[in-house]
């Protein structure tokens, strides 16, 4: 079983939640793949990170920790601090030594391809890598002289990414499902154009949510993305999505046992094509293919 975790910058506390739930109803993650926000809950989790570590990390967070001004004329900040910081407060450094397969997502700023870190290498660089908002961070350069962005560009909910990390089934949680719903209706040119994105992510998610077996949106909307001390009430609104999805979950975990490896969910890559426009229903909050 997979796990593909959103971007979604503070908002992504919620994942601790859905971890936090998972855990006590003993559905065990094989992998997991994830997306700025997401890379950062994900790659926690698969170094080793006890729930109540992750509980106490995402209570944690603060900006401060993750960027420092820079002269850059390419970004406000530089997000090195991030790397630092996520090295410093993982149990393992390398994704050599990881006890969970994981995969962080970025951008290729000039070709525009997703570019997926994982099997080796430096985590906090990828994570680094994967969060580097373009126009506030400065992009993060590779060993291959790649200028990496924040993956959320092209993969921000990479149901597909932690399809390939061996996943016969994949829950996804996607914490933009919600939209910005603290803004209320656009009054602006800006907030217009800031709806507008919005509107293109969501078409650009709605495919790799359809990939997915199960979806969990926490009900977030009306949390803003840099609201990083509401760590608390993400975590609770993490936990009561998972909760609604727990019956659509056993329910795949009860038919994981009665075939062989999955055959019905397992696909191919060229499959993945066709599954797009898949009938799903609607469990309380999450979603599950029919």
């Not at 990881?98 to 906090?124: M, N, Q």
């Not at 149901?159 to 933009?176: F, K, P, W």
């Not at 994105?197 to 969990?216: G, K, N, T």
């Amino acid at each position: 079983m997979g796990l593909a975790l959103s971007g979604g910058a503070a908002r992504g506390v919620a994942h601790v939640g859905v971890l936090k739930v998972f855990e006590e109803n003993g559905i065990e993650i094989d992998c997991v793949a994830g997306t700025s926000a997401g890379a950062v809950v994900g790659g926690a989790y698969a170094a080793g990170m006890s729930i109540e570590q992750l509980v106490e990390f995402g209570l944690s967070l603060r900006w401060r920790d993750f960027g420092r001004l820079t002269l850059s004329r390419r970004g406000v900040q530089s997000n090195e601090r991030m790397e630092e910081y996520i090295r410093a407060s993982l149990p393992v450094k390398r994704f050599e030594d990881l006890p969970k397969p994981f995969a962080a997502v970025a951008t290729d700023l000039h070709t525009g391809g997703a570019v997926v870190l994982r099997d080796e290498g430096d985590i906090g660089f990828a994570i680094r890598a994967s969060c580097a908002v373009p126009g506030w961070y400065v992009p993060v350069t590779d060993a291959q002289g790649r200028e990496l962005v924040d993956g959320g560009l092209v993969a921000n909910l990479p149901t597909s990414i932690a399809r390939s990390l061996g996943a016969d089934v994949v829950i996804a949680v996607d914490v933009n499902f919600e939209g910005a719903k603290f803004l209320g209706p656009p009054t602006s040119l800006l907030g217009v154009l800031f709806q507008s994105y919005l509107l293109v992510q969501r078409a650009a998610v709605e495919h790799q949510r359809s990939l997915a077996d199960v979806c969990i949106s926490p009900l977030v909307g009306h949390i803003r993305w840099d609201e990083m001390t509401r760590g608390a009430e993400l975590i609770a609104a993490g936990e009561e999505a998972a909760r609604a999805a727990l019956p659509a979950i056993k329910e795949l975990l009860e038919a994981s046992h009665e075939s062989a490896g999955w055959v019905p969910f397992r696909r191919q890559r060229g499959d993945e094509e066709s599954l797009k426009g898949s009938p799903r229903e609607s469990v309380k909050g999450s979603e599950t293919r029919s």
